[in-house]
């Protein structure tokens, strides 16, 4: 009962200030908007210029980048210099801007398959076609997704539970740190209230925050965004509920060791940023081994995991339960070390 | 009288600082005890101690003649910090009702016993209005109720008049004899001298030790000036220089 007094009071200061609402709702839906335009956003086409006079089959390029023909090589260093080329072909001298990597594969990919469609060209007609059989993809099934899903959508679920993650912690952080410093915390002491069932009272006021920002974030991907997802809602919902509670234990837990708001942000380098590398917005397979180890040890490592199960292969809770229980033994762990920190304002 | 509060050889140490040095204290209901001391003589350590949410080295305390910390006794206390320990996103009044629910009180009882609180402190006008708009004498004022909130049988009040004007601190004055009227024990922090006299009996703390305790007539007739403030000036000095002897 008492825990509920406690999440009750939570939710009228929090629903009272309009600011913090807004940053829990606007926030995510901003940052989720820019990264999928962002990703949407990729280099696709890329611009070549060939110096006049190359021996270079024109038509056939076109068809991989966009070309322009500048008058000498000066002109097509000069233009590569000012970003307006990826690269130019002078004769049989291929050259490419160098610095993007991800770009410089494009152009390399395309040189590779200028040289590849000329010597086709070259060959008899009958070896040609024998050829272009030879080039034929092969039909490849998706055992989980399709064709038709794209990077952001394997992104989705690991930037839901960051958002929710981060967001959680910083305001559940604040909030407990400033019930240090107030003196209110020693107020609350001053009752019966028992030190579990104020950091329970906070679980559950918050509960009901992270429940509106994955109503919110989920609405958003599936009906604006347009995000590929089984829409397995109430465990979706019980993932991030536990994500969430992870990060309220984690983010009241360090506010213990913080004497003002500045401290705490400290933490976000230690505690947030590893979480959000770690979470599955990196491929960690090539990773070194000690990387991988180390994501263990943070709870955003599993409920990622979970929610990408969940979403995009359409996993079940039996599936994920593993993952829910691990997060679970995270939230306690944290949790009892709070009560015994709290030990510090009474004993009992 | 019954006695209140019994503290027997308090000892704490905070840091490398041994704050409370073997403090024993005997307070009975009906009774306005203040602390007197100058800054970082031990006051609010002492106060904290009592209360049971700062844990002692040494030492014993007992609320009507049980062991504290304990859950139940705990809402039998109110409590007002030198910090005025409110939430200023929320209003006056959800401030006291919340409190009072904390202390077990049904939700109409609460409400009506804040409403009455904050016509006591002369806040109702107020009583809607988020309290970050609160100037400090309503925050005061404000904390003062919530110490009051569920009736408690003993108040602790640390330097509860600091930041006040003289009309307000009157009306505190009376709610104070009310309450002691009432059978209820206060204990009080305070640098004021004039309200020091107010007190039926004072402590004198200086290094965590009790260096005076009696009635504020008795205290000033132990020195030549004949006033308390003269006695704390001599503390705070000898405090400072290592001294034992007022």
């Known amino acids: 009962m008492k825990s509920l007094i406690i999440a009750g009071r939570l939710i009228r200061q929090i629903s009272g200030d309009k600011r913090t609402v807004g940053l829990m709702i606007v926030a995510p839906i901003l940052i989720i908007t820019i990264i999928y335009y962002m990703l949407a956003s990729g280099v696709s086409t890329i611009n070549l210029d060939i110096v006049e006079g190359s021996a270079v089959d024109h038509e056939l390029l076109e068809g991989m980048a966009a070309v322009r023909v500048v008058p000498d090589e000066e002109e097509a260093v000069a233009r590569l210099e000012a970003g307006l080329s990826d690269g130019y072909i002078y004769n049989d001298k291929y050259v490419v801007e160098g610095s993007n990597p991800g770009v410089s594969n494009l152009v390399r990919k395309v040189y590779a398959e200028y040289a590849m469609q000329e010597k086709l060209a070259a060959l008899p007609p009958q070896a040609a076609g024998a050829a272009e059989e030879l080039r034929a993809p092969l039909p490849v099934e998706a055992y989980y997704g399709g064709d038709d899903y794209e990077q952001f959508d394997f992104l989705a679920p690991s930037m839901m539970g960051l958002i929710i993650c981060f967001l959680i912690f910083i305001l559940s952080g604040i909030s407990f740190l400033r019930e240090r410093i107030s003196g209110t915390l020693e107020r609350l002491m001053v009752s019966s209230l028992r030190r579990g069932q104020l950091v329970v009272g906070y679980f559950l006021g918050f509960g009901v925050f992270a429940v509106l920002q994955t109503v919110v974030i989920q609405a958003f991907m599936i009906y604006v965004l347009q995000v590929h997802t089984y829409a397995n809602f109430f465990l979706i919902l019980l993932i991030n509920l536990t994500i969430a509670g992870t990060s309220l234990a984690l983010g009241t837990l360090l506010s213990a060791f913080a004497r003002n708001d500045f401290q705490l942000f400290q933490f976000i380098p230690l505690v947030i940023i590893p979480q959000a590398l770690f979470c599955g917005l990196i491929d960690m397979r090539e990773t070194p081994a000690v990387f991988q180890y180390l994501s263990q040890l943070f709870p955003l490592t599993y409920g990622a995991e979970a929610l990408r199960d969940v979403m995009l292969r359409g996993m079940g809770l039996g599936d994920v339960l593993p993952a829910l229980l691990i997060m679970l033994g995270f939230m306690l762990f944290f949790i009892a070390l709070n009560v015994r920190a709290l030990r510090k304002y009474r004993n009992i | ?246």
């Open chain 2, 1 to 246: 009288m019954t006695c209140k509060i019994e503290a027997v050889d308090l000892w704490k140490q905070l840091g490398a600082e041994q704050v409370l040095q073997g403090i024993d204290l005997r307070m009975d209901a009906g009774e306005i005890l203040g602390v007197l001391g100058p800054s970082g003589s031990g006051k609010t350590t002492l106060i904290k101690c009592l209360l049971g949410i700062l844990s002692l080295n040494k030492g014993s305390v007992k609320i009507n003649g049980t062991a504290i910390p304990n859950l139940k006794l705990m809402d039998n206390i109110g409590y007002m910090a030198q910090t005025d320990a409110l939430y200023e996103d929320l209003t006056g009044l959800q401030n006291l009702v919340f409190f009072a629910r904390l202390k077990g009180m049904k939700r109409k009882d609460a409400y009506a016993q804040a409403c009455s609180l904050m016509k006591m402190v002369e806040l109702s006008r107020d009583q809607e209005k988020k309290v970050v708009n609160y100037s400090g004498g309503m925050k005061r004022r404000l904390s003062l109720a919530t110490a009051l909130i569920g009736d408690p049988g003993i108040i602790v009040l640390d330097e509860p008049t600091v930041g006040i004007d003289p009309l307000l601190r009157d009306l505190f004055w009376q709610e104070f004899h009310r309450l002691k009227a009432c059978g209820k024990a206060i204990i009080m922090t305070t640098h004021v001298m004039d309200e020091a006299e107010k007190c039926d009996r004072l402590i004198l703390i200086r290094n965590g030790r009790i260096i005076r305790d009696g009635g504020p007539e008795q205290l000033k007739a132990e020195t030549a000036e004949g006033t308390l403030e003269a006695i704390f000036i001599r503390s705070a000095r000898q405090g400072r220089e290592g001294g034992e002897a007022v």
